[in-house]
C-alpha cells in the first residue's frame, strides 16, 4: 500500500465520547501534519511533527492530543469535544520540514467526524 | 494578518476552453507558491510549484505564473475536460516558516 492512509474515514460521536484517529505514511517521509478543513474555510494546521518530535503546535485546544510514535505513524486523540470540532480531518507527510524548499505535502483522504 | 483570497464562486467553463483560476495574497512575502486539486471526499493532491523568483511554469495541460508584485499566482488548465472538474486549492509557504498557508479552493466545472 502507498501513499497515506487515514481511518477511519468517518466518526460520529457524542462529546463526552474518547476516539482516535489513525494515520500512516508509506511513503519514507519524515515530517507529518493534521490538518482541520472546515466548510467554506481554508485548511488550517494543528500540529506539526518532524522525526516524531513536535514542531508546532498552532493554538489547538486541549481537547485535541497528536502523538507521533514513529515517522511512519499519526494519531489525533480526542476528548470532550464541541458540535464546532465537526470538520474533515486531514493528515499529510512531506519529506522533511523545510522552510524554503517548497515540498509537495501529500494527503490522506481524511476522517469525516461529526460530533453529536 | 497574512490572507490568501481565491475566488469563491464556482467557476463554469466549456470543453474544451481554457479555464483560468486565481489566487492573491496579502501581507505575505512567499517563497514559493503550491496548487493543489481536491475531489469531493478526497485529500488534496499536489499539482504544481512555482518559486519566487520563477516567472512561469508548465506541466502538460496546466501552466501557473506567479506575479510577486502584484501579489498574485494565475492558474490556467487548458483544453479542458470535464474530468477536471473539482476544487483547486492554492498554498503559500517559505518565508521563514514553514507553514503553509492554503486559501479556500475555487470550484471549477468543466461543462461537456
Known amino acids: 500500500e502507498t501513499g497515506v492512509t487515514q481511518t477511519p474515514r468517518h466518526l460520529v460521536m457524542g462529546m463526552t465520547n474518547k476516539k482516535s484517529l489513525k494515520c500512516e505514511q508509506h511513503l519514507g517521509h519524515n515530517a507529518m501534519y493534521w490538518y482541520k478543513q472546515s466548510a467554506k474555510k481554508p485548511l488550517e494546521l494543528m500540529f506539526v511533527?518532524?522525526?516524531?518530535?513536535?514542531?508546532e503546535n498552532n493554538s489547538v485546544p486541549s481537547r485535541f492530543s497528536p502523538e507521533c510514535p514513529n515517522s511512519s505513524h499519526l494519531f489525533l486523540h480526542l476528548h470532550t469535544l464541541q458540535p464546532e470540532d465537526s470538520a474533515l480531518y486531514l493528515c499529510?507527510?512531506?519529506?522533511?520540514?523545510?522552510?524554503?524548499?517548497?515540498?509537495?505535502?501529500?494527503f490522506g483522504d481524511g476522517t469525516r467526524l461529526s460530533i453529536l | 494578518s497574512q490572507k490568501i483570497e481565491q475566488n469563491s464562486e464556482a467557476l463554469n467553463i466549456q470543453e474544451g476552453k481554457t479555464a483560468t483560476l486565481t489566487c492573491n495574497y496579502t501581507n505575505y512575502s512567499p517563497a514559493y507558491l503550491q496548487w493543489y486539486r481536491q475531489d469531493p471526499g478526497r485529500g488534496p493532491v499536489f499539482l504544481l510549484l512555482i518559486r519566487e523568483n520563477e516567472k512561469e511554469k508548465r506541466k502538460e495541460r496546466l501552466k501557473v505564473t506567479f506575479d510577486t508584485t502584484l501579489k498574485q499566482s494565475l492558474f490556467h488548465i487548458t483544453a479542458s475536460q470535464p474530468a477536471d472538474s473539482a476544487t483547486y486549492l492554492c498554498a503559500l509557504g517559505g518565508g521563514g516558516t514553514y507553514k503553509y498557508i492554503f486559501g479556500t479552493g475555487t470550484r471549477l466545472k468543466v461543462l461537456a
Open positions: 499529510a507527510s512531506s519529506q522533511e520540514v523545510s522552510t524554503g524548499s517548497g515540498q509537495p505535502q501529500h
Open positions: 511533527y518532524s522525526l516524531e518530535e513536535r514542531v
